[in-house]
């Protein structure tokens, strides 16, 4: 449980900033609203926007989009469309402002818990999560919206993604999960053999002064090949 105290305490210190915040990245100029994860003080979104896989005509789903990053980016990278939804209506206010104020079009921008929203029928060549990976029982209770973007009670929302992401995908598109070494990977090796995904790691990395590092799945059901 001491993990979960520190998680909170980060959450809850990175809202102490004036907001809003302002930042230059990737060609954008951007804003970050209060009660939105804070670039200044998590970076995956960093990382994970430098190492994306090639998405040049590919249509795109991003779960939990945050400030817009880096799903707005991929439209810059030449990406058919996206699609962009988080749980919180905060990050889907602060995605579309950001997506207007740097003229990024092909963007549809939604609230969604998970797949709850996105239309049925619906197909992507690729579906991206930065998933949360601090685990906590399950029956642990939110305080905040902050906090369900970093843990994960049971790993209910991991298995919702993997379980349920692959109705989703054009015959050849993939699920590209980021998954922080902090995760529990023996759940995470579990719920993706209970799914029949294949798994590949695309990469690794880290942000200086950062303990944990990210890692970038690629998943597609057994017997698919791109």
């Known amino acids: 449980m001491e993990d979960l105290r520190q998680v909170k305490m980060a959450l809850k210190l990175s809202q102490q900033h004036n907001f809003p915040l302002h930042i230059e990245a990737f060609g954008m100029n951007l804003t970050v609203h209060e009660g939105v994860f804070s670039p200044r003080d998590f970076h995956s979104w960093r990382w994970y926007t430098k190492n994306f896989p090639c998405v040049t005509g ?25 699609v962009a939804c988080d749980i919180d209506p905060k990050a889907v206010a602060n995605t579309l402002e950001n997506a207007a104020r740097n003229g990024i079009e092909n963007v549809d921008v939604f609230e ?6 996105i ?3 619906t197909k992507f060549d690729t579906i991206f999560w930065n998933c949360p990976s601090i685990f906590a029982p399950d029956d ?3 305080t905040d919206t902050l906090e369900q973007g970093a843990i994960n ?27 922080a070494s ?19 790691l695309l ?5 200086p002064g950062v303990g944990a590092y990210y890692r970038l799945f690629s998943m597609q059901k057994n017997g698919l090949t791109t």
């Open 140 to 142: 642990h209770e939110y």
């Open 153 to 179: 009670p049971g790993y209910q929302l991991l298995n919702r993604f993997l379980s349920e992401g692959p109705e989703y995908l054009t015959h050849s598109g993939s699920i590209l999960l980021g998954f």
């Open 182 to 200: 902090d995760g529990r990977d023996d759940l995470l090796s579990d719920i993706v053999a209970a799914n029949n995904l294949n798994s590949v």
């Open 112 to 117: 969604s818990d998970v797949f709850s929203n």
């Open 203 to 207: 990469g690794t990395g880290t942000y």
């Open 119 to 121: 239309p049925p029928h």
């Open 58 to 82: 590919k249509r795109i789903l991003e779960i939990g989009c945050g400030f817009g990053l880096p799903g707005l980016h991929l439209i810059q990278l030449g990406a058919a469309s996206l």
